[in-house]
DNA sequence: CGGATCACG
DNA sequence: GACGTACGTGATCCGA
């Protein structure tokens, strides 16, 4: 066997309690506390993957402490005694360590009176003296007395946390000496956790300086005498005692019994059915998902945890609350503490990193969260335990005594540590907000939750109609508390009479922002524990919520417009529109609004006596683009004045004027807010102003794009995915020919042509092209039909040759429908759900728009969770090559928009292609490729 | 404030 | 026999 063996010995005790410090306090379905657990998961998961990789594992065993007393305590009785007990949240999970480890079919050693240290020392020196190499994974300094080579066979470690090996060079740079060494100067300087005494007043720094220059404890303990008189003399020589006991306690026993064989520790695959079982009955349905990607066809990944009877009960009662609410007293706005000394902030922060979990809500100027200034932060921390911390009350009469406040620094200073602290999870509502209002402030926030997000993943789609897409904080408390929150309204009124909050009464103000909080707090209980029991962990925690403090960036960079050019642009549309008002006016016969369909359409249709006006149910005429054509290629010279009219009114109105109003005084930059629950398919949505939709289809339009510039000596960079709609059809309806010509990197539409019609031509390939959309939004003869002008029995023909020649698509239509009705939503490849109430109406119309919904839903779905993953993964790939300072501005649905250095252009360029046609993987392999197409430019319209 | 229109993917 | 026709968005304007 010539192959390398390669053992992995994992530190099962120690890596808990550092995953229970580190991560989020989680709780399974149960309520059982599984943070800790989780972590170690993933974990096993991670090095099982890593299986066939060069460094992977070809063995590997899980050791454990299996009690606290150790042959160390006869030794010394204070041994381990000053350890504080673990954690009441941390204890329940001891045992769930061991059925993890079982449920992946890993051995899992303990033995009685030898600590796990002990045994991985001595089961990594029986694997070395065979020849295998070692890595120990996990992060204790005890076991870095191990790392090295010895018979040409190499034991190091790997700290998992924070993804780092650990050499013999690594435990040089911790201790300045070598790994045979570390020993002595641990026995030098103890361990005050484990109690281990040391030599008082000999800490890190002494303790390694020491053993370096005399080569050994006892070469420097037996030096003392000769040593000038000082402190360091005097303790050497009485902490002889000390020193050498501790070095027996640190001493690792390096040949204890085994109790199980080295060879039994051969990994062999990992069983899906024990651990499914496992993952399923802790909710970790993120891992539950790849498991079943994984072995199972990653196309059609399903739901390991059907919730059956929920989606029957969602089938015309879509709200679900299946789970038992969690009991809460009803809110109660006098309960809530204004904060307005720097002590009782201390305090809240205090307390609430005991808590580990905050609800967080700012209180601003404005809606703007990049030019907001920051009027009071509130905190939540259980049911009516909330409070509001005014900033910047009582601003604007100079005269008027302000309240006593926290001043800002001084607050901002107290609550950073907390708002950025890995160990608490912040809760808010839409927290992208308040991450940005934060940023202002020197805070960067983080881990967060965000209940508007929870919500999306879990409910997107239900019929919950309403602003923020059903989704907004007092609909939430409407829906799942059953209590109306104070509205924004109520305590700074509307229209004119509206007050900006920092006006706000402190009393009043208190019991707006606290009751905010408390309600996050609140809904963060109800929504959390549902992600799991229905399946939303992977596309939550994998997804969407990586994506918060991305997307929060990307909104503060902004990106820098040419006013001056917008400016031209506009002057020159209202001359244009002038003196097409004009004109229009003198071929009607008179004066009207042609702003206004509704008198246009009486003029064409009425006075003028064009042809082929429809009244609408409104009606009125419907005098749009396609109506408007009609009738100028009929050789109405007024109808193609209007659509010139409209064209260039637009575009005034829309964007050159209104962009120019958009630019941020302090930044001189345009920032958009992207709703990352705007769209029920999973796609981003932007506004105020909407850079998703500046045009790009006429050239008078792209006049637009070339005011989008780069600061100097910078350039923008687009890098957009080719067809991935059609792209994933291919794959998620398993079409031959279509995957055939991707991987082929034809001209699709041409293929389709050439395949319909047998040639191609410009005419055949346009109308290919509209079928190829046509399927992707879910087809009907008529809607084919009015597309492509012709009648709707040859649009049938058409569909039927569709399917025919690419078989595969007529399945997935019927397949997905079929699965829609049965339960309620339909899934991208990646398990985002969109809930389709609507699929079994008996009203017809209603009925077939939620069928094409549903069709369109999977394909459009996962095309946005991929640019999802490619944007949540960009900057830190970026980051690793030296790229940071590259700054990803805006996302356009398939299509991400960077400003960098011009001369970074070569090195980053290819890194933002990879980084996009990878972002799929690992997750799911795509049956074709992903195309991406790059372009630069000293404008947006150049970049492409 | 709803409808019509049109900008984008 | 009538229904009413492509998926997903957001901004602006008109007119009630």
Redesign the pocket.
């Known amino acids: 066997m010539a192959e390398q063996q390669h053992l992995y010995l994992v530190d099962g005790s120690s890596y808990i309690f550092r995953a229970y410090h580190r991560l989020p306090p989680l709780t399974d379905p149960e309520g059982t506390p599984v943070g800790a657990v989780y972590g170690y998961t993933t974990m096993l998961w991670k090095l099982a993957e890593d299986l066939e990789k060069a460094e992977g594992p070809t063995h590997l065993a899980v050791i454990l402490d299996k009690d606290s007393k150790s042959f160390r305590n006869e030794i010394y009785d204070q041994y381990k005694a000053n350890r504080p007990p673990a954690p009441e949240d941390l204890v329940p999970q001891f045992p769930l360590i061991r059925d993890a480890t079982r449920a992946f079919s890993l051995p899992c050693i303990e033995m009685a009176g030898y600590e796990a240290d002990d045994l991985i020392a001595s089961y990594a020196r029986a694997a070395q003296a065979r020849g295998w190499n070692v890595t120990i994974v996990s992060s204790d300094k005890d076991l870095m007395q191990l790392v090295g080579e010895q018979n040409g066979a190499r034991i190091d470690m790997l700290d998992t946390m924070k993804n780092q090996r650990i050499f013999r060079e690594e435990v040089k740079e911790k201790f300045g000496v070598g790994p045979e060494l570390v020993g002595d100067v641990l026995a030098l300087m103890g361990d005050s956790v484990d109690n281990v005494p040391g030599i008082f007043g000999i800490g890190p720094k002494t303790a390694s300086k020491l053993i370096a220059e005399h080569g050994s404890l006892t070469a420097a303990l037996d030096a003392a005498p000769e040593m000038k008189p000082s402190k360091l003399k005097d303790r050497l020589t009485e902490g002889r005692f000390d020193a050498e006991l501790s070095k027996v306690l640190v001493t690792l026993k390096e040949d204890c019994e085994l109790p199980e064989p080295l060879d039994d520790f051969k990994l062999d695959g990992v069983p899906a059915a024990p651990l499914a079982a496992f993952l399923g009955k802790h909710g970790f349905t993120s891992l539950l998902r790849r498991l079943d990607g994984g072995h199972g066809s990653p196309s059609r990944a399903t739901d390991l945890n059907p919730p059956k009877q929920q989606a029957q009960s969602d089938k015309g009662a879509p709200e679900g609350n299946r789970q038992p609410l969690p009991e809460m007293p009803p809110i109660d706005r006098n309960a809530y503490e204004t904060v307005q000394t720097i002590e009782r902030l201390e305090h809240w922060v205090e307390r609430a990193f005991a808590a580990r979990q905050v609800a967080v809500d700012t209180e601003t100027s404005s809606l703007d969260s990049v030019a907001a200034d920051i009027v009071g932060v509130s905190l939540a921390l259980g049911p009516n335990d909330a409070c509001y911390i005014p900033l910047a009350h009582g601003g604007s009469d100079m005269f008027a005594e302000k309240p006593q406040q926290v001043p800002l620094a001084d607050a901002i200073a107290a609550l950073k540590p907390l708002l950025e602290s890995d160990a608490v999870l912040k809760i808010g509502q839409n927290i992208k907000y308040d991450i940005n209002v934060l940023a202002r402030q020197g805070i960067a926030v983080a881990p967060v939750d965000d209940t508007m997000i929870l919500s999306f993943t879990l409910d997107a789609g239900r019929s919950h109609d309403g602003i923020g897409g059903g989704h907004g904080m007092d609909e939430l408390s409407e829906r799942h508390l059953g209590h109306t929150p104070l509205a924004f309204k109520d305590v700074c009124g509307t229209g004119k009479k509206q007050i900006p909050f920092g006006e706000v009464p402190l009393d009043k103000a208190t019991e707006y922002a606290a009751e905010d909080a408390d309600v996050t707090w609140r809904l963060h209980q109800h929504l959390k524990p549902r992600l799991s029991v229905e399946g939303g962990t992977r596309i939550y925690e994998r997804v969407d919520r990586p994506l918060i403090p991305v997307v929060a960036q990307m909104e503060r960079h902004g990106i820098k417009v040419d006013r001056a050019q917008l400016a031209r642009l506009s002057e020159e549309f209202a001359s244009e529109t002038g003196r097409l008002e004009k004109e229009i006016h003198a071929l009607a016969g008179e004066e009207f609004?042609v702003?206004?369909?509704?008198?246009l359409g009486d003029i064409l249709f009425d006075k003028l006596g064009y042809k082929g006006g429809k009244k609408?149910?409104?009606g009125?005429y419907?005098?749009?683009?396609s109506v408007?054509e009609g009738l100028a290629a009929q050789g109405a010279e007024i109808a193609r004045k209007v659509?010139e009219w409209?064209?260039l009114a637009?575009?005034k109105?829309?964007y050159t004027d209104?962009l120019q109003e958009q630019i941020n005084p302090a930044t001189g930059r345009v920032h958009t807010s992207y709703?990352l629950v705007?769209?029920?398919?999973g796609?981003l949505?932007?506004?105020?102003?909407?850079l998703?939709?500046?045009?790009?289809?006429?050239p008078i339009?792209r006049q637009i794009r070339e005011a989008f510039v780069p600061e100097a000596g910078n350039l923008l960079l687009a890098a957009d995915y080719s067809q991935i709609e059609l792209r994933l059809a291919a794959h998620m309806a398993d079409v031959p020919t279509l995957k055939e010509a991707f991987a082929n990197g034809e001209d699709i539409h041409a293929r389709t042509a050439q395949e319909m019609f047998g040639e191609v031509t410009r005419d055949t390939r346009a109308r290919a092209k509209?079928i190829n959309?046509?399927i992707l939004?879910?087809?009907?003869r008529?809607?084919?039909a009015?597309?492509l002008e012709v009648e709707p029995d040859e649009a049938q023909a058409m569909i039927d040759t569709y399917f025919q020649r690419f078989p595969g698509i007529q399945r997935y239509i019927h397949e997905t429908l079929e699965s829609v009705r049965e339960r309620g939503y339909s899934e991208t490849l990646f398990g985002r759900k969109t809930w389709f109430p609507r699929i079994n109406s008996k009203n017809?119309?209603e009925r077939?728009?939620s069928e094409?919904?549903a069709i369109?839903?999977p394909i459009?779905g996962t095309s946005a969770d991929i640019i999802k993953r490619a944007m949540a993964r960009m900057m830190p790939a970026l980051n690793e090559a030296g790229l940071g300072h590259v700054r990803m501005l805006l996302q356009?649905?398939?299509?991400l928009v960077f400003e960098l250095p011009e001369g970074d252009v070569s090195k980053a360029s290819p890194m933002i292609e990879r980084v996009m046609a990878e972002a799929a993987r690992p997750a799911v392999e795509l049956s074709v490729p992903l195309g991406v197409d790059i372009g630069t430019g000293t404008s947006w319209d150049a970049a492409h």
Do not use: M
Not at 622 to 625: E, G, K, L, Y
Not at 685 to 690: A, E, I, R, Y
Not at 692 to 698: E, H
Not at 892 to 895: A, F, M, P, Q, Y
């Open positions: 609004t702003g206004s369909p509704k008198q609408g149910k409104s009125q419907s005098t749009d683009q408007l659509l409209r064209h637009k575009l109105s829309t209104a709703s705007g769209a029920q398919t796609r949505s932007s506004t105020d102003p909407n998703q939709n500046i045009p790009v289809r006429t339009g509209t959309f046509a939004y879910g087809i009907s008529w809607g084919l009015a597309r017809q119309a077939q728009g094409r919904a369109n839903a459009q356009v649905h398939d299509e």
